[in-house]
């Protein structure tokens, strides 16, 4: 599976778009860009995921860079319960285990 | 409607104990997942099913870890003579087939071995 580096952390201001960067420049070309959340004391909670192109969901948008070496996950507008750590993983669509990184927390503040 | 339930969701072992713990994924999940996270890290994969068969146990870290589910469903993590590094948060993860990239989570059992 492809590397990913996330910041350790990042903070918000509630109502403002939350935007979590992630660089996979080893990325391949059959590899996904998956995302997940955990809130405190909480599994980890599916966000999106994406081959090439941009994705949108109800909980967030995708972005990821023509080259596939980085993506950006964009909360729109943050609410104090996106708190959590951000996690980036990239991994052929077949696979069934997923590597964890470190993560991003995110702080949204009031 | 009903998530993946754990079962304890905490648990305190002396070292050499041994302990079970469950999973009830969500209803239709064929597959199933194991995962172990120890304290400010990421979950770390341990095992994975589909239906009743154990097709990827490469994370088990010892042959102390065993996991079955033998009906397809109901899901069982067993570390034997606990040991303190063994203490972590213990997450389940269940799928469908086809989609074993949206994986549902539970809540996860804390094991703490004294």
């Known amino acids: 599976d492809a590397k990913t580096t996330q910041p350790p952390s990042m903070d918000c201001a509630e109502g403002r778009a939350a935007n979590l960067p992630c660089n996979h420049s080893?990325?391949?070309?059959?590899?996904?860009v998956y995302w997940y959340r955990q809130i405190h004391s909480q599994g980890p909670q599916y966000i999106i995921h994406g081959l090439k192109n941009n994705e949108t969901n109800e909980m967030a948008s995708l972005i990821i860079t023509e080259d596939r070496k980085s993506s950006t996950l964009i909360l729109p507008h943050a609410t104090l319960r996106d708190t959590a750590v951000y996690y980036c993983?990239?991994?052929?669509?077949?696979?069934?285990?997923?590597?964890f990184g470190s993560g991003t927390q995110l702080t949204v503040l009031p | 409607g009903a998530g993946v339930s754990q079962s304890p969701r905490y648990k305190v072992a002396k070292r050499g104990q041994d302990v079970a713990l469950r999973c009830d994924p969500i209803s239709g999940h064929v597959s199933l997942f194991w995962y172990q996270q120890a304290l400010g890290q990421g979950p770390e994969f341990l095992t994975y099913?589909?239906?009743?068969?154990?097709?990827?146990k490469s994370g088990l870290p010892s042959d102390r870890f065993f996991a079955e589910r033998p009906e397809g469903s109901v899901s069982t993590l067993k570390i034997q003579r606990t040991q303190q590094e063994d203490s972590a948060v213990y997450l389940c993860?269940?799928?469908?087939?086809?989609?074993?990239?949206?994986?549902?989570f539970g809540p996860g059992t804390r094991l703490t071995v004294t």
């Open positions: 080893t990325i391949s070309g059959n590899e996904y």
């Open positions: 993983i990239v991994t052929p669509g077949s696979a069934r285990q997923l590597t």
């Open positions: 993860a269940s799928s469908l087939m086809v989609r074993t990239y949206e994986q549902y």
């Open positions: 099913f589909q239906n009743e068969a154990q097709l990827d």
